[in-house]
């Protein structure tokens, strides 16, 4: 078995992802790590959307439940800096809780709490309406002092590859990547561009095998099979 880093670990689920979602994956890690250094994020799909909705607000609603979170794991793990793992658009809401920011009023010091931060299929570049607003704010705030201070790795896999003219399944993945990128004729993950992924700073890491929704009989980041490509990073 691969030998990988002990420290405490919070997953942070994807947008309109909630918390249960991700027992497969805090079970995968839990084969290289105790369980009890492993938890989820308590994100609900309530979170997301708001009540009544408001989906302008969701990065605040959980940036809020992250850093409780965190807060949380430190007590029980003094001393012990603690890793971010975020799925899609959670990781870049992650990067924003980190970045100690102002973001429509809300900012976090999570400071040396955290010594890691794992996406996996987050585009950081997209031009749907809500991720372009988190877009803009990480690059407007992102210096490369950032990445001295967290070491950030993006996986993201190269399943999939868009064409219009292929079949239903190129098909599909065309339009999901079209909808991120101006260009559907790329590979990703099945909804998600691998370029879209790659951050200058990070450490970026493209996996074969991995799918991006976390849905029953997928091999997506969280199964067994996914997390035994990206394990080595943790």
């Not at 839990?30 to 302008?56: C, H, K, M, N």
């Not at 793990?77 to 100690?100: C, K, N, Q, R």
């Not at 400071?111 to 749907?128: A, M, Q, Y």
Request: some cysteine.
């Amino acid at each position: 078995m691969i030998e990988v880093s002990k420290n405490p670990v919070v997953i942070i689920p994807g947008v309109f992802f909630w918390d249960s979602l991700y027992d497969s994956m805090k079970n995968a890690l839990g084969e290289y790590i105790q369980q009890e250094r492993v938890t989820i994020a308590p994100v609900s799909l309530i979170d997301w959307i708001g009540f009544p909705p408001s989906l302008e607000r969701s990065t605040n609603r959980v940036m809020k439940i992250v850093d409780r979170t965190v807060r949380e794991m430190v007590h029980k793990f003094p001393d012990e800096p603690v890793t971010l793992v975020a799925h899609s658009g959670g990781g870049t809401v992650a990067m924003i809780y980190l970045l100690e920011q102002p973001f429509q009023g809300d900012v976090y010091h999570p400071g040396g709490r955290v010594g890691k931060l794992i996406t996996l299929g987050t585009p950081f570049h997209s031009r749907e309406y809500y991720a372009r607003i988190k877009r803009d704010f990480i690059f407007t705030h992102l210096r490369p002092e950032f990445f001295d201070r967290y070491h950030v790795v993006s996986v993201v896999s190269d399943k999939y590859y868009g064409n219009l003219q292929g079949g239903f399944v190129e098909k599909a993945c065309f339009k999901f990547y079209e909808g991120v990128l101006d260009d559907g004729n790329v590979a990703g993950d099945g909804i998600v561009p691998a370029k879209s992924c790659f951050l200058d700073g990070a450490e970026n890491v493209t996996i074969s095998d991995a799918e991006h929704l976390p849905t029953p009989l997928t091999r997506w980041y969280g199964t067994k099979e996914g997390v035994e490509q990206w394990i080595q990073w943790l």
